[in-house]
């Protein structure tokens, strides 16, 4: 089966590649590239901003996309330096945090899976450099010095794939050089946070090979304190480097070799912010007088903005995220081949606290969890991209990837029952192996210098197998029957499956130039995402009252339809782009409430049918020099329409209406800012954002307790300039208000309501300074 399916991948690329040209029309454009695998084009003009969004470099006005452009210059000046801060200046985008890599996720118009398990890819495609991220957890990378983080909404499954049914994040980061260039950056905080990045580009060889190598340092203690450990929780220390060469052996090839390695260490925990548990739809509150005994022992009250957690151990997650690639750009005439070869591995270890508590109890059983993740992939894809200016401009291409995952994950519990305790060991190997091919392409159809038609499609086969074997300690003989599962620990299961499957994904839309600065355009999209398996810790085995994991879930499909407009004034006082849009989800896959002897676990489902439909608008003004301001807002109606209830489901499945997890009514950024002069060669620069957000339901089950009202956090700085030298420093404030508020909620494991806390929940401010060479 995969033989044959290679075999037509093959032959569909070399059909591209030889019988494209004869398609094309009259090619006026220029020819060379300004970044690997995105031919320039002239559409571009003086002071637009310029994205890849489609593998060629245009402007961010002229994209036919609702997409977000942020330059990595206003990312280093504002501390934006991961995914998850990032997300919150755009309104669209939402991030859900956790203890662990593994555990976080992006969402985009309320849409993302949240899921541990390796069988399921994620809804946003996280794009590095060309090279498409498999796992949630490979996308929660630090940054480092980038050229520009884009973001697309709405399904991109054409180009970018089948983990793209609800946008991709596409970051792109800085190239090397001709000219000699260095950098040195650092920071600290009032709460002692430091950090310390650095780089150096240049040309090795004039005009033929440049390269860029650059590090980072950083560390952070934390925000949250262990009373039993005695020491700082929520902390990471991170250090890496990246490096570029880029090779011009004559006029008509470049060659690009990146390398990034990334070391993290995290000691991020949640806290009791309640005792109380709020059941769905009833209102049912369940107050945990043992739970809050327990915490009042370590001097610890469960409220919003508590601060303090007491665990037997502090939650050390061990991250290694590192890969390489290689892309050439071949010049064909007027049409230019891409080809991107990369391999990349990620490596997790976590060990936490299963019960989130210090004692053993009657009540409490006191558990230790330890899991490792080994995560490879391989990836191969050629592009065709034609020249632009006549009648039909086209990118064509083929994909292949190759994943593998294998995880090992052992839960070690002990329980009291009068003064006896008992303990019970689980562990579990479990991986994924997945094969994906695809053939792809997207054209433009001018029908005049100012009126075009688009049209794209991809292809995807998707081979996907599993294996899983679990041992407990409490089933020795291997027999696996219920009566042996323990809280937390299920009894013995040895399983393995395989499935396969093809589906299609396509974007048909209208595209109408108004005047010189100004566009509008509508199109329809349908998404594709492969089956997936729900493989995990405590996965198990189909009986008459359980759900079933060993039974792939089927594909997840979308529709959406979205119209735009956008624009600018002629001198670029004013830029705009409004969006509107409506996208209907079938086979939605999602995590739902389940339990495990008592304890709750998260079991990835067929959810059945979701809605994401909304306003989008984005507004900048230049009303004078130097002074600017941005405007975002985002309204989702994010709802489940048709949901599937999973049979021996433990809590309430009517939720059909409500909101989906991480996916506020509205979203709000405002940023301003203002630079002049002080001197011939100093310069000041004043700025202030603000970031609202409505109420955000955080679990799929509705429960009352799991919502984050509605908040607001300000941040604001200032900086003296010496644009001559090279150098700035900066003084910021965040969360000028102090105002604390939940990334993320959760039941507690057996009782209570746990809030992670992210970087600015409360006030702190800091000092950068950089300097350029």
């Not at 084009?41 to 994205?51: H, Y």
């Amino acid at each position: 089966m995969i033989d044959r399916r290679l075999s037509v991948l093959l032959a569909t690329t070399a059909f591209s590649l030889f019988a494209s040209p004869a398609i094309a029309q009259d090619a006026s454009a220029p020819q060379g590239s300004t970044s690997a695998g995105t031919p320039a084009t002239p559409s571009a003009a003086e002071g637009d901003v310029v994205v890849t969004a489609r593998f060629r470099n245009e402007s961010l006005q002229q994209v036919p996309i609702a997409i977000t452009a942020v330059d990595g210059k206003s990312l280093a000046e504002r501390q934006l330096n991961n995914l998850e801060r990032i997300a919150a200046s755009i309104p669209s985008v939402g991030f859900r945090s956790g203890a662990s890599n593994k555990d976080r996720t992006v969402f985009i118009r309320g849409i993302g899976t949240i899921t541990t398990s390796p069988g399921v890819e994620p809804s946003v495609s996280t794009v590095l450099d060309g090279v498409v991220l498999t796992r949630p957890g490979q996308s929660t990378l630090d940054l480092g010095e980038v050229e520009r983080v884009e973001v697309l909404r709405g399904p991109q499954g054409t180009l970018f794939g089948k983990n793209a049914s609800a946008g991709v994040v596409n970051i792109v980061t800085r190239n090397p050089t001709d000219e000699f260039h260095a950098f040195g950056e650092a920071g600290a905080t009032t709460d002692q946070e430091y950090r310390i990045k650095a780089g150096v580009s240049g040309a090795i060889v004039p005009g033929k090979v440049q390269a860029l190598i650059g590090g980072l340092y950083s560390d952070f203690d934390g925000n949250l304190r262990n009373v039993v450990t005695g020491h700082d929780a929520n902390g990471s220390r991170r250090y890496g480097a990246r490096g570029k060469l880029v090779v011009t052996p004559f006029d008509a090839l470049k060659l690009t070799a990146i390398g990034d390695y990334l070391n993290t260490r995290e000691t991020v925990a949640g806290v009791y912010q309640s005792t109380q548990q709020i059941a769905y739809p009833t209102g049912a509150i369940t107050n945990s007088a043992p739970l809050a005994a327990a915490l009042a022992s370590q001097g610890i009250v469960a409220v919003p903005g508590n601060r303090r957690l007491a665990t037997n151990l502090d939650t050390n997650v061990r991250d290694e995220n590192y890969g390489g690639s290689l892309t050439a750009d071949l010049s064909l005439g007027d049409y230019q081949l891409t080809s991107i070869s990369a391999w990349r591995q990620w490596l997790n270890h976590q060990r936490q606290d299963y019960d989130q508590l210090a004692q053993l109890t009657t009540t409490f059983p006191s558990g230790v969890d330890d899991g490792s993740v080994d995560s490879r992939q391989f990836s191969q894809e050629l592009r065709l991209t034609s020249p632009r200016g006549g009648l039909i401009d086209y990118v064509l291409g083929a994909y292949y990837l190759r994943a593998q995952t294998e995880e090992r994950y052992q839960r070690a519990l002990t329980t009291l029952a009068g003064t006896t305790q008992t303990s019970t060991t689980g562990v579990a190997n479990y991986g994924i192996t997945n094969h994906n091919y695809a053939v792809f392409g997207e054209a433009n159809v001018n029908f005049t210098e100012h009126f075009r038609a688009i049209a794209g499609y991809r292809s995807t086969w998707d081979s996907l197998d599993f294996t899983h074997v679990r041992t407990s300690s409490n089933d020795p003989t291997n027999s696996g029957a219920a009566s042996l599962d323990r809280p937390g620990i299920r009894a013995y299961h040895n399983a393995s499956g395989s499935t396969d499957a093809r589906g299609d994904s396509y974007r048909l839309g209208l595209q109408l130039d108004i005047g010189a600065h100004a566009q509008t355009y509508f199109t329809y999209s349908r998404g594709y995402k492969g089956p997936a398996y729900n493989v995990y810790f405590n996965m198990r085995s189909l009986n008459a009252t359980t759900l079933l994991d060993e039974v792939p879930l089927s594909p997840e499909t979308s529709n959406s339809y979205e119209g735009g407009v956008k624009g600018s004034t002629a001198d670029r006082a004013l830029s705009y782009a409004v969006a509107v849009f409506t996208t209907d989800f079938d086979g939605y896959q999602a995590n739902f409430t389940d339990s495990v002897g008592g304890a709750p676990v998260t079991r990835l489902i067929n959810a059945g049918s979701v809605r994401s439909r909304g306003v989008e608008a984005d507004v900048t003004l230049r009303p004078i020099r130097g002074l600017t301001f941005d405007l975002s807002g985002a309204y989702t109606d994010a709802t489940v329409r048709d949901f599937n209830c999973p049979v021996g489901a433990p809590v309430s499945c009517n939720i059909n209406g409500q909101p989906l997890p991480y996916a506020p009514k509205v979203r709000l950024f405002e940023n301003a800012t203002y630079r002049f002069g002080l001197t011939d060669s100093l310069s000041l620069e004043l700025q202030s954002d603000v970031t609202f957000s409505s109420k955000v339901q955080y679990s799929l089950a509705q429960t009352p307790n799991t919502v984050q009202p509605a908040y607001a956090i300000w941040n604001a700085s200032v900086a003296l300039l010496h644009p001559g030298d090279g150098w700035q420093l900066r003084a910021y404030v965040k969360n000028i208000t102090d105002s604390p508020y939940a990334s993320f909620l959760t039941n507690g494991t057996f009782a209570g309501t746990v809030r992670f806390v992210p970087r600015d929940d409360q006030r702190y401010a800091g000092l950068l300074l950089r300097k350029d060479f």
